[in-house]
Structures are given as C-alpha cells and as structure tokens.
C-alpha cells in the first residue's frame, strides 16, 4: 500500500515504520503519528546485573513473561532483553520493585551516542 505525506506530498511506499525500525508496508503511518504494530519493541532495553541480584524473585512475580531465576544461584535471568511496547509498564514495575536495584530500563535511542 502506498500512503502520501501530506506535508511533504512524496509517495511514501515502504516509508518508515518508528515500530519496527524499517520500511512498512502495512499502511501505518496516520497524520497523528506512527502506529505501533502488536508486539512491536521499543528503543527500551532490559539491563540486569547478576552480581547485585539477591534472589528476591519480585521481577519473575510481576512479569514472568520478561524474567526468570536462575537454577543455580536464584539470580534474575532476562528473557526478552528487548521488551514489546505494551509491557514497558510491567517492566517498569519490576525495575521499581527490585530491592537490590539489579535492574535498570534503559533507552538506547539516548545511550547510543
């Protein structure tokens, strides 16, 4: 599907998707800003550090989807370094919840300068 930037007036075919970080066909670019596709990541990144981690479990808890506990020692294991848009709030959740401050979100777009 071909869509027009109404501001610039070009045809946009495969124009930039901000969900997936490439060119989009699926027609997802509205006046109002980009779409973000299901399941789509972010910029955002899941950082853990297993040395401070103390076993506690609260991340696994509030989001077991993203988090697990290692079989050895107890200590967080990140599943899906990259969290899908929707479940920011649960990771976020889980960061604030964490009472030894292993976890961190991180926003790459800023840190990779």
Do not use: W
């Amino acid at each position: 599907m071909r869509t027009r930037n109404k501001a610039s007036n070009k045809k946009l075919a495969g124009h930039y998707c901000a969900a997936f970080s490439n060119a989009c066909d699926a027609g997802c670019r509205s006046p109002a800003g980009p779409f973000r596709h299901p399941g789509a990541t972010t910029s955002m990144r899941i950082e853990a550090d297993p040395e401070v981690c103390i076993g506690s479990g609260m991340c696994a808890l509030t989001a077991p989807d993203l988090f697990d506990q290692s079989d050895d020692d107890g200590t967080v294991v990140v599943l899906r370094p990259a969290p899908p848009a929707e479940r920011l709030a649960a990771v976020r959740g889980a960061v604030g919840r964490c009472p030894s401050r292993a976890l961190k979100l991180v926003d790459t777009a800023t840190t990779a300068r």
